[in-house]
């Protein structure tokens, strides 16, 4: 399969900082990829460097196989949304778009599209410098999808969205994925997704980290742990005696490593040691990217004990 977008080798320095250090990956049609990584990890330079907003010091980023600059009328070829402010707050919302689809030889017609199509429609007359930052961002995937374009690119999407808007952000990227297209999505927001992505570049430090589908990166974490879930204080020294390895997970929850389920229910059992619940432990992405970066983070706060 042809990659949408092609990031290779990318390196960029900035004074002292080194924010790209060989950048290298591929967003695919078809599924939604995640972009995540901590503060300082290059994801919005990189973003910036695919838009021909920055220049990389050495390396390539492509999209459709070609340098965006070099793209006509790009906004039929690449949608993205990187700042939802980057408006004119006098314009109104209709008036914004307008002015971009006459850029690229697009009528009225497919601004009026757009504008019900991120459900801009009572907001749309009004000017978009009282809007709040969840209707920037609508603007703003409104501007993206103009051109109709085969490949997306949207920077922390979810930012200002209410819990309506957030659950309409997520089916809309999975939309997008099922017509095809290839998404590529910056967040912060962990649970999201996790419930979002296909597949994720994980950053770190200005390079990639891990490449991987979401399932296999959760399988992976996981680990063939155990959840269990008892009141009874034994339940520790009974598993360990079986040669698990037993750690508490919270109140009245333990993680067992080295046993599978069943037999931790049979050793359980077999010790007459109740319990509510065992299951296979299931990793977060959360828990999973914190795995992955944590070697990879320039700015950490003080733990409540290290807080004098």
């Given at each position: 399969m042809n990659a949408a977008i092609e990031v290779t080798a990318l390196r960029k320095r900035f004074g002292p900082v080194l924010a790209l250090d060989q950048m290298t990956f591929a967003v695919t049609p078809g599924r939604v990829t995640g972009f995540i990584g901590p503060n300082g990890a290059g994801k919005s330079?990189?973003?910036?460097?695919?838009?021909?907003?920055?220049?990389?010091?050495?390396?390539?980023?492509?999209?459709?196989?070609?340098?965006?600059?070099?793209?006509?009328?790009?906004?039929?070829?690449?949608?993205?949304?990187l700042d939802a402010a980057a408006l004119q707050p006098s314009r109104t919302g209709r008036n914004h778009l307008l002015w971009l689809a006459h850029s690229q030889g697009l009528g009225a017609r497919r601004v009026?599209?757009?504008?019900?199509?991120?459900?801009?429609?009572?907001?749309?007359?009004?000017?978009?410098?009282g809007y709040s930052l969840g209707m920037r961002q609508r603007l703003g995937i409104a501007a993206a999808m103009l051109g109709d374009p085969p490949t997306v690119m949207f920077d922390e999407p979810f930012n200002g969205m209410d819990p309506e808007g957030i659950i309409w952000m997520r089916g809309f990227l999975r939309s997008l994925a099922r017509q095809g297209r290839a998404v590529l999505v910056s967040s912060h927001l962990m649970s999201e997704l996790e419930d979002t992505a296909d597949h994720l570049v994980i950053a770190g430090r200005g390079k990639v980290i891990a490449d991987t589908s979401t399932?296999?990166?959760?399988?992976?974490?996981?680990?063939?742990?155990?959840?269990?879930?008892?009141?009874?204080?034994?339940?520790?020294s009974v598993l360990a005696s079986a040669e698990a390895a037993v750690a508490p997970a919270g109140p009245q929850t333990l993680t067992v490593s080295g046993l599978p389920a069943a037999r931790v229910v049979a050793v359980l059992s077999a010790s007459g040691v109740t319990f509510s619940e065992v299951a296979a432990h299931r990793a977060s992405l959360e828990e999973a990217y914190l795995e992955l970066t944590a070697g990879a983070v320039d700015y950490r706060a003080a733990t409540a004990g290290e807080v004098a």
């Open positions: 330079t990189t973003m910036r460097v695919i838009l021909g907003l920055d220049a990389p010091d050495r390396g390539t980023a492509l999209v459709g196989g070609r340098p965006y600059a070099s793209l006509e009328r790009p906004l039929t070829q690449l949608g993205s949304l009026a599209e757009v504008i019900g199509q991120a459900g801009l429609e009572l907001a749309a007359r009004r000017r978009a410098g399932a296999d990166l959760l399988a992976k974490t996981s680990g063939g742990r155990v959840t269990v879930r008892t009141t009874a204080a034994q339940a520790a």
